[in-house]
T-cell receptor, first 109, second 117 residues
Framework: RKEVEQDPGPFNVPEGATVAFNCTYSNSASQSFFWYRQDCRKEPKLLMSVYSSGNEDGRFTAQLNRASQYISLLIRDSKLSDSATYLCVVTSGTYKYIFGTGTRLKVLA | GAVVSQHPSRVICKSGTSVKIECRSLDFQATTMFWYRQFPKQSLMLMATSNEGSKATYEQGVEKDKFLINHASLTLSTLTVTSAHPEDSSFYIC?????????????FGPGTRLTVT
C-alpha cells in the first residue's frame, strides 16, 4: 500500500462547478499535511496547509480527518486557471515530505 | 521571502558524462535541503536529504555513488549525476527548509530538466 494515495483523475469539470479531492495516508504518526498545486513542467507551489480544525482560503477549503487518515480539498466556483495537478503531501518524521501521485483537474469553458 | 533557485533550468548531456545541479536558498539559511526526482506523469519522489556539513541521507534504492550530494554552505546544495544514462532523464527539483522557521514547510526550486542522449 502506498503511503499517500490519491485518485489520479483527470477530473473534468465545467467552470463554476464545485470539485472535491480526497487523499488517504497510511502513517498515523504523520504530523503535517499540505496541498500543493503543480502546473505542467513546473515546480509544486504550496496551496494551503491542512489543519484538524479545517481551513479556508477564498474558494479553497481543506479538511483533515485523523481518525480516518484522510485529507480533502474542496474547490468552489472553479476557474479555468484552476486546471492543474493537485498534490497531497504528508510529512514523515522530521521535515520529510511524502507526495501523493497527484490528481489532475481540468476546468472546461 | 523564501526563494529557492536552481541552476541550470535545463540541461542536455551525452551518456556517460556528469552533470551538476545547484540549489540555492536566496534569502534564508537552510541546514536541510531535499532533492526530488519526477518522471513524466508521476509524482515527486524524494531521492535524498542534504544536510549542511554532513553526509546526505539517501532514500532506499537511490545510489549514493551515482547521485553525489554536497551541502557545503547554509545556502547551497549541489547534486551531481555521475555517468549519466538516458534512464536518468528526469525533472530534478530541490527544496529547502528554513532554519528557525515556525513550520516544516519546504520551499521548492523551479526544477532542472535533464535529458541524457
Amino acid at each position: 500500500r502506498k503511503e499517500v494515495e490519491q485518485d489520479p483523475g483527470p477530473f473534468n469539470v465545467p467552470e463554476g462547478a464545485t470539485v472535491a479531492f480526497n487523499c488517504t495516508y497510511s502513517n498515523s504518526a504523520s504530523q503535517s499535511f499540505f496541498w500543493y498545486r503543480q502546473d505542467c513542467r513546473k515546480e509544486p507551489k504550496l496551496l494551503m496547509s491542512v489543519y484538524s480544525s479545517g481551513n479556508e482560503d477564498g474558494r479553497f477549503t481543506a479538511q483533515l480527518n485523523r481518525a480516518s487518515q484522510y485529507i480533502s480539498l474542496l474547490i468552489r466556483d472553479s476557474k479555468l486557471s484552476d486546471s492543474a495537478t493537485y498534490l497531497c503531501v504528508v510529512t514523515s518524521g522530521t521535515y520529510k515530505y511524502i507526495f501523493g501521485t497527484g490528481t489532475r483537474l481540468k476546468v472546461l469553458a | 521571502g523564501a526563494v529557492v533557485s536552481q541552476h541550470p533550468s535545463r540541461v542536455i548531456c551525452k551518456s556517460g558524462t556528469s552533470v551538476k545541479i545547484e540549489c540555492r536558498s536566496l534569502d534564508f539559511q537552510a541546514t536541510t535541503m531535499f532533492w526530488y526526482r519526477q518522471f513524466p506523469k508521476q509524482s515527486l519522489m524524494l531521492m535524498a536529504t542534504s544536510n549542511e556539513g554532513s553526509k546526505a541521507t539517501y532514500e532506499q534504492g537511490v545510489e549514493k555513488d551515482k547521485f553525489l550530494i554536497n551541502h557545503a554552505s547554509l545556502t547551497l546544495s549541489t547534486l551531481t549525476v555521475t555517468s549519466a544514462h538516458p534512464e536518468d532523464s528526469s525533472f530534478y527539483i530541490c527544496s529547502a527548509n528554513r532554519d528557525r522557521g515556525s513550520s516544516d514547510e519546504q520551499y521548492f526550486g523551479p526544477g532542472t530538466r535533464l535529458t541524457v542522449t
